[in-house]
């Protein structure tokens, strides 16, 4: 008899050979219904596969939290989905057809790029096959029988071309379509039930520009109509939140193939927008006893392999540049050349901590294929400090970074206690190469961090494989508007950076030591945090925030001179204000000041300039009346200072 483990701690004992689907069954008629693969020790296997050690088994199913559950269930989707276009373009050229975080695409070669009619028979089709529950068989071949089995179609044998002599090619079969798979799989097409065309578009075979560009569809299926249906409401929400949307309706940013993918240039709004953030995060900064550089933005090859990231980071970054004597690249982070400015004297026990900020520009080697608007971009502009400390400043200070991101992401800018998790993420000890190589010192930086954790009495989770190289770090995960996490602020504790650049301290004791540093970044990068404040707030900054606070609308020429007399009155208070005086309706005016998302209207006619008023208009709460000016100013202000 086998003994199996399951996710509970309890365990099962089964017959060798018993396959996942009939543990499941043991355990229930429902749990066997519904289960779509299982989990043998780490890997991830077929319900039809048969267990033939002891082990451990997890049994997943389409839940909300079951990632690879949905996984299972999509990919099979993705078979008929291929399967359909197969019946509906004979001679059409199959690539690959995984699934992903939300769904699944297959790519196709085919002579022309799918129209919305196209896509429209592709789903009827689909729904057809469904409806004939076509069970999906699992078979193996050796290497020259599946190149024979895939002849046709040569982006199948090209896969198969470049995997090692004698290694198992499983294919899964359905009816009249058989396809080059590792599963898993369901055990037929009936299983699953509501689906969704949602798009298509061209994408190169493999990534590469070089290769032929194919043609993607993705899809979405779900067990039931009314999870389709509120993911497809959901889908819906992200298109008003787009941030890319957004950027282009406000004029915050934009981009050029001239300029390069990746490479977004912000508009006057967009850079007013940064601006301020970037000065409020300095000035927080300040008060809490940084100081801030400037560092160069190119640097020598050797700082890199002095700092160790370029034997763990050299793929993300750029190609190197020969000039003279030296190899130049363009900088991934900062931390070396601070490492740097602190080596730069010799310090003393007093002098710790010591708290080098910078807002720096960085730069990624990323995919053409990967970047998005502000999200994700070749070049940044990071929010990143370094504290150089003593051992025992390491709590104290990692409680203020924890401190600060709680006052910058829920005091000021009032994102709920309820949306924060605390990730501790630690290395992969499986998979060791991937970060610096010293055992004791990982071990003494990650009990560290938990502890400090445990005490600050702040509940966390842990994550392996999710530290940086050189060590653990604290992620703050948000939960976004549309119910994504994401990590933006993160606080990571480096014992490897000190060790390697050899810095050092005086201590009390008259002897050298070595301090321990606290890599922080609070907004992370000011792009990627733009753009998660505009998906956010769909764009309706807070006015402290907005790049124009206030719109005067004057209702006829004859309020013009009042308008701009009251415009200067707001520069002086420093409210940045723009005087609408074209020859429009107000009411015209109005609308396009509440597209533009503008935090007050202020609308001038003949009474307002007797009575030395102004009519506002709130975007958030309409008509709020008139008000003398000075009265208007102190309440703007007030909103202003509180980062209203």
């Given at each position: ?157 090209e ?7 004698g ?16 599963g ?39 067990p ?80 890199y ?10 793929d ?17 982070m ?74 910058v ?41 938990r502890?400090?954790?445990t ?56 002897e ?14 000011s ?47 420093g ?47 309409g ?22």
């Amino acid at each position: 008899m086998i003994k199996v483990i399951l996710k509970d701690g309890s365990t099962m004992e089964i017959e060798e050979g018993t396959s996942i689907l009939e543990v499941a069954k043991k355990i229930s008629e429902g749990l066997a219904r519904n289960v779509t693969c299982g989990e043998i020790n780490g890997e991830i296997r077929d319900i039809r596969y048969k267990i033939k050690e002891d082990c451990n088994l997890i049994l997943h199913t389409f839940k909300n939290d079951d990632l690879e559950g949905k996984k299972a269930y999509w990919h099979t989707t993705s078979h008929i989905m291929a399967q359909a276009v197969k019946r509906l373009f004979p001679n059409v050229k199959f690539a690959i057809g995984p699934s992903i975080a939300e769904g699944f695409y297959y790519d196709f070669d085919i002579e022309k790029p799918f129209t919305d009619e196209d896509k429209t028979k592709i789903e009827e089709e689909m729904k057809k096959i469904i409806k004939e529950n076509i069970q999906i068989e699992r078979f193996s071949l050796p290497k020259q029988e599946a190149l024979k089995l895939m002849e046709g179609q040569p982006y199948k044998q090209e896969l198969i071309e470049e995997l090692p002599e004698g290694e198992e090619i499983s294919f899964y079969k359905q009816g009249d379509f058989t396809d080059l798979c590792a599963g898993p799989h369901l055990l037929s097409t009936g299983k699953i039930k509501s689906i969704k065309i949602l798009s298509s578009s061209g994408a190169y075979w493999r990534g590469s520009e070089k290769n032929k560009m194919l043609q993607r569809i993705y899809g979405i299926a779900f067990p039931k109509a009314s999870e389709l249906q509120e993911h497809l409401q959901l889908l819906e929400e992200a298109k008003q939140r787009d941030h890319r949307k957004i950027g282009k309706d406000l004029e915050i940013f934009m981009t050029h193939p001239l300029v390069g993918s990746g490479l977004p240039m912000y508009l006057p709004n967009g850079a007013t927008i940064r601006r301020i953030l970037e000065r409020y995060i300095q000035d927080k900064e300040l008060a809490l006893g940084y100081s801030h550089v400037y560092t160069p933005s190119l640097a020598n090859v050797e700082l890199y392999k002095t700092s160790g990231h370029w034997d763990h980071y050299k793929d993300d970054m750029f190609p190197v540049m020969k000039m003279d004597n030296e190899e130049m690249v363009l900088r991934p982070m900062n931390c070396p050349h601070h490492m740097l400015v602190y080596k730069n004297k010799m310090h003393s026990y007093r002098d710790l901590p010591i708290k080098i900020g910078e807002l720096a520009h960085d730069f990624r080697y990323e995919d053409s294929g990967s970047v998005c608007g502000l999200e994700r971009v070749r070049q940044m502009c990071q929010n990143d400090a370094h504290l150089f400390v003593r051992p025992d400043q390491i709590k104290e200070e990692v409680g203020k970074v924890l401190k600060l991101i709680v006052e910058v992401y829920q005091k000021d800018f009032g994102f709920p206690a309820s949306s924060f998790k605390y990730r501790l993420s630690l290395r992969d000890k499986s998979n060791k190469e991937k970060y610096i190589d010293n055992d004791e010192m990982w071990e003494t930086a990650e009990s560290q961090l938990r502890e400090i954790l445990t005490e600050l009495e702040i509940p966390f989770y842990e994550a392996e494989g999710e530290a940086a190289f050189y060590g653990p770090k604290i992620d703050i995960q948000i939960k976004t508007a549309l119910n994504h996490d994401i990590t933006i602020p993160t606080c990571q504790l480096d014992f490897a950076l000190p060790e390697r650049f050899e810095l050092e301290y005086i201590g009390k004791d008259g002897e050298k030591h070595r301090p321990v540093v606290i890599h922080r970044a609070i907004l992370g990068s000011s792009d990627r945090f733009i753009s998660f404040l505009l998906e956010e707030t769909k764009g309706v900054l807070p006015t402290w925030l907005a790049p124009i606070q206030v719109k005067i609308l004057p209702i006829t020429d004859n309020q013009h001179e009042y308008a701009y007399k009251v415009r200067d009155e707001l520069l002086k208070e420093g409210i940045r204000v723009e005087v609408d005086d074209r020859n429009e309706k107000t009411g015209y005016k109005i609308r396009e000041a509440q597209l533009q998302k503008t935090p007050y209207m202020l609308v001038v006619g003949a009474k307002e300039v007797e009575e030395n008023l102004v009519a506002i208009r709130s975007h958030k709460d309409g008509d709020l009346g008139t008000m003398k000016l000075n009265e208007f100013i102190e309440k703007i202000s007030t909103e202003i200072k509180n980062k209203g």
